[in-house]
């Protein structure tokens, strides 16, 4: 079991806290270590900074993070509030940054790969946003040929969480559905079913943050709200 592994409630896997204490009680104590988490919602949620919260707290306990960014992350902001330094833990970050969804594909796999191969201890693996480029790809004819290459990643990422017993943290991107008029996750309902666990990100006020269950093996939907703050998250005052 990892430093910052706990049991869940009962039997079952071993969860990554996530530095929030009210969202750690909503998922049974973090994030699974042997399937995939995706976090959706619109910009400015707070999907990345729970991703670099998860992947900061990992390595600083020593153990290396594969961090695959599509979206332009600051390595300086991953290690922001970090009494290590930037450049004492990002030497524990594997940084992939794809142009495309094709070099995304080969960042997966050849990432995976190396997490899989055990040579170093990998705590976790992030793909932030897994839907930038795929996205790009709707409505063309190079559409099917991009959700069939976004499938193989979303299954190598999951055969890497199951084999390498790491969390897998995935971000997505949403669209707005003007016949229910409901904001949902892209990629429909593929994306849900691959994921073990759903949350989705809202901004119900400038300094807040809430994150709702939408889908867990285990736990009852329910939510938890967090501050950003300047270094990172924390706990809103009465959930401490």
């Known amino acids: 079991m990892s430093p910052t592994a706990t049991p869940a409630e009962g039997a079952g896997p071993t969860r990554l806290p996530t530095g929030v204490p009210a969202l750690d009680r909503l998922l049974g104590g973090g994030y699974d270590t042997d399937g995939l988490t995706m976090l959706y919602g619109e910009g400015g949620s707070g999907k990345t900074v729970l991703c670099l919260a998860a992947a900061t707290q990992v390595a600083r306990e020593g153990r290396h993070?594969?961090?695959?960014?599509?979206?332009?992350?600051?390595?300086?902001?991953?290690?922001?509030?970090?009494?290590?330094?930037?450049?004492?833990?990002?030497?524990?970050?594997?940084?992939a940054s794809p142009r495309s969804l094709e070099e995304q594909g080969r960042a997966v796999r050849t990432g995976c790969a190396l997490v899989r191969?055990?040579?170093?201890?990998?705590?976790?693996?992030?793909?932030?946003?897994?839907?930038l480029y795929y996205r790009l790809a709707?409505?063309?004819?190079?559409?099917?040929?991009?959700?069939?290459?976004?499938?193989?990643?979303?299954?190598?990422?999951?055969?890497?969480?199951?084999?390498?017993?790491?969390?897998?943290?995935l971000t997505n991107q949403v669209w707005h559905n003007v016949t229910t008029g409901v904001t949902e996750p892209l990629g429909g309902s593929f994306l849900i079913h691959v994921a073990k666990t759903v949350l989705r990100l809202e901004r119900p006020a400038p300094d807040r943050r809430r994150a709702v269950l939408v889908k867990h093996r285990s736990r009852p939907e329910g939510s938890a709200e967090f501050r950003i703050t300047g270094t990172g998250i924390e706990g809103l005052p009465s959930e401490l």
């Open 65 to 95: 993070v594969l961090y695959i960014d599509t979206e332009g992350v600051s390595p300086e902001r991953a290690a922001a509030g970090s009494g290590d330094g930037a450049s004492a833990l990002l030497r524990r970050w594997l940084l």
């Open 138 to 169: 709707l409505g063309t004819p190079e559409e099917d040929e991009a959700r069939s290459e976004l499938l193989h990643e979303l299954a190598e990422l999951l055969a890497t969480a199951i084999h390498a017993e790491v969390p897998v943290l």
């Open 117 to 131: 191969e055990g040579r170093r201890p990998f705590g976790l693996v992030v793909l932030d946003s897994a839907t």
